[in-house]
C-alpha cells in the first residue's frame, strides 16, 4: 500500500506562488490533479519515475512546473503566477510502471489533497 502526503497548500493573492509536495515512496510515476467545487476533478501535471519526462494541462503550462527528488521520495509541483481559477483541492496520485498519463483512472493511489486559495 502506497501510502501519498500532501503539503504547502494555503492562500496565496493573484499573481503569486506556491509550492506544493507530496511524500510518495516507490517506483512509481505520479500526477497532479485538482477539483475544484462543482466540478470533476482534472489533471495539471505529471511526471515519469526518472524525471525525465513531463507533462502538463494547457491551462497550466508555462506557469507549473513539475519535479522530484527520488533522493527524498518526494514529487513537487511549483506553481507561479497563480490565477482565482487555480483555486482547488490538489491531489497527487500514484501509478505502476514508468509511463506517465494524464487521465486519473489510470492512477492507483491517491492522496487526501491539499486546499489552494488564489484571492483577487
Known amino acids: 500500500q502506497v501510502q501519498l502526503v500532501e503539503s504547502g497548500g494555503g492562500e496565496v493573492q493573484a499573481g503569486g506562488s506556491l509550492r506544493l509536495s507530496c511524500a510518495a515512496s516507490g517506483r512509481y510515476s505520479m500526477g497532479w490533479f485538482r477539483q475544484a467545487p462543482g466540478k470533476e476533478r482534472e489533471f495539471v501535471s505529471t511526471i515519469n519515475w526518472s524525471g525525465s519526462h513531463t507533462d502538463y494541462a494547457d491551462s497550466v503550462k508555462g506557469r507549473f512546473t513539475t519535479s522530484r527528488d527520488n533522493a527524498k521520495n518526494t514529487v513537487y509541483l511549483q506553481m507561479t503566477s497563480l490565477k482565482p481559477e487555480d483555486a482547488a483541492v490538489y491531489y497527487c496520485?500514484?501509478?505502476?510502471?514508468?509511463?506517465?498519463?494524464?487521465?486519473?483512472?489510470?492512477?492507483?493511489?491517491w492522496g487526501q489533497g491539499t486546499q489552494v486559495t488564489v484571492s483577487s
Open positions: 496520485a500514484a501509478r505502476y510502471g514508468l509511463r506517465t498519463s494524464d487521465n486519473r483512472g489510470n492512477y492507483d493511489y
